[in-house]
């Protein structure tokens, strides 16, 4: 079975401020991860994804996260934050197909939405 | 790529009654997903299809749900009897067939279901 844990369901930071999001995971199985955001009454759109070799991975609008094995953690950062970045983040965790430890589902934990003060 | 289309946005509907929401998802992907998400909750996995094949479904999808993808394009869900309890978002998402883009999952707007 898997799990993720977002801690901080609220996170406020003033406009070109360090972000921060927080993500651990668990997992019986090497895990995939995934960061995604949502806008109001929209779907989500994946922001970035860990599935294998570098563990420092970047995504879009200036995103990046790090998979850490030993603290399974893949903490989501910005180094510094626009007002256009206020919206909730999701983060996400699969199971590999050939590890046989499920489907291709996404468990997601229950999001941290961002504020950004001006 | 006009990214995946659900359909209806938001639909209220009144205890008892029956409810039906399509997905289309992006044309190339032969993997669709259902996902239900409540207010301050991330999205809950509900069923997932393999071109037309149904080939996992939560426990979150009782009796009364029924997901059905019959020539491999669009998907429909179906509500039967809806009850209070329903009242989320529906979330479709689809997915590239092969290599590690099979995981990427690309979502749609959703379908908000208030039932009354």
């Known amino acids: 079975a898997q799990s993720v844990t977002q801690l901080g369901s609220h996170v406020s930071v003033s406009e070109g401020a360090l972000v921060l999001l927080r993500c651990n995971y668990s997992?019986?199985?090497?895990?995939?991860l995934f960061w995604y955001v949502q806008y109001p009454n929209q779907g989500l759109q994946l922001l970035l994804k860990?599935?294998?070799?570098?563990?420092l991975v970047k995504g879009i609008n200036g995103f990046e996260a790090e998979f850490k094995k030993s603290e399974t953690s893949f903490h989501l950062t910005k180094p510094s934050a626009h007002m256009s970045d206020a919206a909730e983040y999701f983060c996400?965790?699969?199971?590999?197909?050939?590890?046989?430890?499920?489907?291709?589902?996404?468990?997601f934990g229950k999001g941290t939405k961002l504020s950004v003060i001006p | 790529d006009t990214g995946v289309s659900q359909d209806p946005r938001h639909k209220i509907t009144k205890r008892g009654q029956n409810v039906t929401f399509r997905c289309d998802p992006i044309?190339?992907?032969?993997?669709l997903y259902w996902y239900r998400q409540t207010l301050g909750q991330g999205p809950e996995f509900l069923t997932y299809?393999?071109?037309?094949?149904?080939?996992?479904k939560s426990r979150l999808l009782s009796d009364r749900f029924s997901a059905e993808r019959p020539k491999g394009s669009f998907s429909t869900l179906e509500i039967q009897r809806t009850e209070q309890g329903d009242s989320a978002m529906y979330l479709c998402?689809?997915?590239?067939?092969?290599?590690?883009?099979?995981?990427?999952?690309?979502f749609g707007p959703g379908t908000r279901l208030t039932v009354t």
């Open positions: 998402a689809s997915s590239y067939p092969s290599g590690t883009s099979v995981y990427e999952q690309y």
């Open positions: 997992s019986s199985v090497p895990p995939y």
């Open positions: 860990y599935t294998t070799g570098a563990t």
């Open positions: 996400a965790v699969s199971a590999p197909a050939y590890s046989g430890a499920g489907s291709y589902q996404l468990t």
């Open positions: 044309s190339e992907h032969n993997r």
């Open positions: 299809f393999q071109n037309e094949a149904q080939l996992e």
